[in-house]
């Protein structure tokens, strides 16, 4: 049983990040970046996933902290991932976020979980998957 999950996961992964491999792909590269407000500079954030419904890019990404002491300054955190996709509006969606304010400009959607995506987001078409 655990090695026809294992088969299938991988399956599953490697079908999604053959699709940022295709240098002849249909889309033009171009950036996607998570960018948000952490309470101090031990804070990270990573593109996790992109996945292309309809007229949107829905972008999973996760929020973490770095172990030890870290400054206590707000701090403006971010990652980028270079991609081949069509050119539409990007919807962002991010785990991990443990306080309770927001910068007011801030248009993301805090999730506590992958589970916490709308269903529809395994139905469209991935088209990035971070690999570690």
Known sequence: MKIV???MMLFSASACMGIQENPASAFPMQKITVTLTAPDAG???RIL????LGKELWVVS???HL???SSQVISTIEDMV???APPLTVVHFIMG???AWSDEKDSNRYIGSRDDIPAEFDKGECLYQRRE
């Open 5 to 7: 999950l294992m088969i």
């Open 43 to 45: 804070w990270r954030v």
């Open 49 to 52: 996933e992109v996945h292309r």
């Open 62 to 64: 996760e929020a973490y």
């Open 67 to 69: 172990k030890g002491m």
């Open 82 to 84: 270079e991609i081949a």
């Open 97 to 99: 976020k443990t306080w």
